[in-house]
Structure formats: structure tokens, C-alpha cells
């Protein structure tokens, strides 16, 4: 069993910085890849950043140079540096995990119930 929380959401203004962080927690092994969803009102969820336990990273166009994701494997934790926000960043931003939990031989993918981010001024 495995669960991921989000913390960091908020409101914040055009052009501040957010910290979001994913906690995964539970029977866990090994997590390989990890990444940030989001998903606006009326608009289809997007993956914004992913990172791979290797360290690779990849990120939305339109995030890119403005947002850093990073994990710290020790803790089982990703995070989502957002600057230079903007309003079209906001959005509920869900964590995603795909990972071994303990005694498997295959991954699995697992995700958080979210947390709101809003750009407002």
C-alpha cells in the first residue's frame, strides 16, 4: 500500500515562487519515476515535470526555465520549485509516483489527491 501527499499549495501572486512537495509513504522499495500533474479548470490534466531516479528530468514547454523538479530518494520526496508564477499556472497539481513496492518484481503507478495552486493577484 502506498500513499502520496501533496503540501505547498496556495495563492500567490503573478511573478512569486511556490514550493510544492509530494511525500510517498507505505510499503515502498524503489521509486523510479516521478512527476507533477495539473490540471485547470475546463482543460484536460498535463504532466508539467517528471524526473527519473537516474536524475533525468523533463519538463512542459511552458514551464520550462521558470519551474525546477527534484527528489530526495532518502525521504521518499518530490518537488516542484514554481517561479516567475504566472495565472494560467493555476491549477490543481496532483503528484505521481511509479514504483516497486516491497516483495514485487513489476512497478505500479500511484497518485495524490492533489493540492490547489492559484496565481492571483
Known amino acids: 500500500q502506498v500513499q502520496l501527499m501533496e503540501s505547498g499549495g496556495g495563492l500567490v501572486q503573478p511573478g512569486g515562487s511556490l514550493r510544492l512537495s509530494c511525500l510517498a509513504s507505505?510499503?515502498?522499495?524503489?521509486?523510479?519515476?516521478m512527476g507533477w500533474y495539473r490540471q485547470a479548470p475546463g482543460k484536460q490534466r498535463e504532466l508539467v515535470a517528471s524526473i527519473r531516479r537516474g536524475g533525468d528530468t523533463n519538463y512542459a514547454d511552458n514551464v520550462k526555465g521558470r519551474f525546477t523538479i527534484s527528489r530526495d530518494d532518502a525521504r521518499n520526496t518530490v518537488y516542484l520549485q514554481m517561479s516567475s508564477l504566472k495565472p494560467e499556472d493555476t491549477a490543481v497539481y496532483s503528484c505521481?509516483?511509479?514504483?516497486?513496492?516491497?516483495?514485487?518484481?513489476?512497478?505500479?503507478?500511484?497518485w495524490g489527491q492533489g493540492t490547489q495552486v492559484t496565481v492571483s493577484s
Open positions: 507505505g510499503n515502498i522499495n524503489v521509486i523510479r519515476d
Open positions: 505521481h509516483i511509479n514504483a516497486w513496492v516491497k516483495g514485487a518484481t513489476s512497478t505500479q503507478n500511484y
